[in-house]
């Protein structure tokens, strides 16, 4: 009985060290361009419908834009696109 115990307190240990890095994590202050919502009207006429560009922000890391999606158990952030599917980022510095 105790061995069966223990296995299920380190089955849950497990699985809650897993998935702690699953969290997403709050950047820091960042630029305006950082901040929803504050997307360039290009930006905004190059992005398909359907797609929330109010939520919209340029993520440093990658250079690209990325939205809130708003599902029905969580909201994700996903890349913004255009029509036919690529994603809108800024030109790369060489």
Do not use: F
Not at 23 to 39: E, H, I, L, S
Not at 41 to 69: F, K, S
């Amino acid at each position: 009985m105790r061995v069966l115990m223990l296995k299920q307190k380190m089955m849950v240990a497990v699985a809650l060290s897993l998935t702690a890095g699953c969290a997403v994590q709050p950047t820091g202050p960042g630029d305006a361009a950082d901040q929803p919502g504050n997307v360039p009207e290009a930006v905004i006429a190059m992005a398909a419908p359907d797609q929330n560009v109010a939520t919209a922000r340029l993520v440093p890391e990658d250079g690209c834009y990325w939205y809130e999606h708003s599902g029905p158990v969580e909201t994700t952030l996903l890349p913004l696109r255009t029509a036919n599917g690529n994603r809108i980022c800024t030109p790369r510095e060489t």
